[in-house]
């Protein structure tokens, strides 16, 4: 994909690493033309699974201005709003958003927590 080598280029320090890939998809589904005629849908992600479906390297109707808000959108998340730090060498916002979901969960969820710990999951 252009825009994740693109960034790869712009931010050498993280580059590109897994999981990118899936913030982007969600970028380019919320940006893509189509998302905007189905606005009176109340189901993105059935559109999102259409689109999905649709994408063959390129979406049809694939343009380089898409393209270049996408990037941007992503640039935006990774310093704006300290996504790098979850793609960082041993991935320190990822470990804090975890720690920060286990204590959510254990609150909000405890029969489901106490389930994941008996089935030894974590």
């Known amino acids: 994909m252009r825009v994740l080598r693109a960034y790869s280029n712009f931010d050498r320090e993280i580059g590109y690493t897994q999981g990118m890939n899936f913030v982007m998809a969600a970028i380019l589904i919320i940006l893509h033309p189509e998302t905007y005629k189905d606005q009176q849908s109340s189901s993105y992600l059935l ?7 649709k994408f063959q390297g390129y979406f049809e109707d694939y343009a380089e201005t ?14 704006e709003k300290n996504w790098r730090s979850v793609f960082r060498d041993g991935t320190p916002k990822l470990m804090e958003m975890t720690k ?3 204590k ?3 609150t909000e969820a405890p029969e489901i927590y106490q389930k994941i710990i008996n089935t030894n999951v974590c």
Do not use: Q, S
């Open 47 to 53: 559109l999102g699974v259409r689109l999905i479906a």
């Open 66 to 79: 898409y393209e270049e808000k996408a990037f941007w959108i992503l640039v935006h998340l990774m310093y």
């Open 100 to 102: 920060y979901f286990e």
């Open 104 to 106: 959510a969960l254990r």
